[in-house]
C-alpha cells in the first residue's frame, strides 16, 4: 500500500490542486452562505473565506511534502501551504467574479 508521503511529488501535487482549486472556487459561496445572515454579517465573509483557504492549504502541505520546497521545515512547509490556500482562494474569487458578472464587468 501506497502511502501519501511516499507518493511521488508530481501525484502529490496534483493531488493539493485536486483539493485546493475547487475548495477555493465553492469557499466563496459557502462562506457567504453560511455567513450572509443579518445586517453587519457581509463584512467577515471574505475575510473568513480567506482564512478556512488559509488553514486548507496549511493542513495540505503538512499533510503533502511536495507542495513546499524539499529543504522546508514544517513551519516553512505550513506557510507555503497558506499561501498556496491564498491563491487558490484568489482563483476562486476571480472565478465567481467572472461567472456573476462576466468579462464586461459589473
Do not use: C, H, K
Request: no cysteine; proline share 7%.
Amino acid at each position: 500500500m501506497v502511502t501519501v508521503e511516499r507518493a511521488r511529488p508530481w501525484g502529490q501535487r496534483l493531488l493539493g490542486a485536486a483539493v485546493l482549486v475547487p475548495a477555493g472556487v465553492f469557499s466563496l459561496p459557502l462562506a457567504a452562505y453560511l455567513l450572509d445572515r443579518g445586517p453587519g454579517t457581509e463584512n467577515v465573509i471574505l475575510p473568513s473565506q480567506l482564512l478556512v483557504m488559509m488553514l486548507l492549504g496549511a493542513a495540505l502541505a503538512g499533510a503533502l511534502p511536495a507542495l513546499a520546497p524539499r529543504s522546508a521545515g514544517i513551519g516553512r512547509r505550513l506557510l507555503t501551504g497558506a499561501g498556496w490556500g491564498l491563491l487558490a482562494a484568489v482563483l476562486g474569487v476571480a472565478v465567481f467574479w467572472l461567472l456573476l458578472n462576466g468579462l464586461t464587468g459589473a
